[in-house]
């Protein structure tokens, strides 16, 4: 089977890829995933707390969460554009990732370790309650 880009289309989210790069002098590549196990959390949760030391050193203290928007919107553009101001990965409620970075080889180490984070943290919390790392984000009472 031979691939043929010619007839490829752009992603539905260009808009909002095309207000990163914009937004961002800094910002040369941007993956957006549909990761489950970030997904699976942020269902849940308002944030994925820093629970393991590359979560810190990749992204931050933690992984900001906003409320769902429609895919392929100027407010889904808005919205995961000002998030990015605050951390290099952020997650759509009940959609998915976006990590942003300098080339795309350190974008996509920032995407697998939130989502290594992630899955991480669905373990734990199965078997009872995450001890945080400083500074992070309380999960909510």
């Given at each position: ?17 095309t ?10 590549a941007?993956?957006h995933a ?5 997904t ?15 979560l810190l050193?990749f992204v931050g ?13 100027e407010?889904?553009?808005?919205d995961?554009?000002g998030?990015l ?8 409620r009940?959609h998915g990732?976006?990590a942003v970075g ?9 995407a697998?370790v939130v989502?290594?984070?992630a ?12 001890k945080?790392?400083?500074g992070?984000v309380?999960r909510?009472?």
């Amino acid at each position: 089977m031979k691939l043929s880009l010619s007839n490829r289309v752009p992603t539905s989210e260009l808009a909002t890829h095309t207000m990163i790069y914009r937004e961002f002098n800094d910002v040369n590549a941007v993956i957006h995933a549909h990761a489950p196990f970030i997904t699976a959390v942020t269902v849940v949760e308002d944030a994925l707390p820093a629970l393991n030391y590359e979560l810190l050193y990749f992204v931050g203290r933690t992984v900001p969460v906003i409320p769902f928007v429609m895919p392929g919107t100027e407010e889904m553009a808005r919205d995961v554009t000002g998030a990015l101001k605050e951390s290099r990965a952020m997650v759509i409620r009940n959609h998915g990732l976006f990590a942003v970075g300098e080339d795309l080889a350190s974008t996509l180490v920032r995407a697998v370790v939130v989502e290594d984070a992630a899955r991480l943290y669905c373990y734990a919390r199965s078997i009872g309650e995450p001890k945080l790392l400083p500074g992070s984000v309380k999960r909510p009472v």
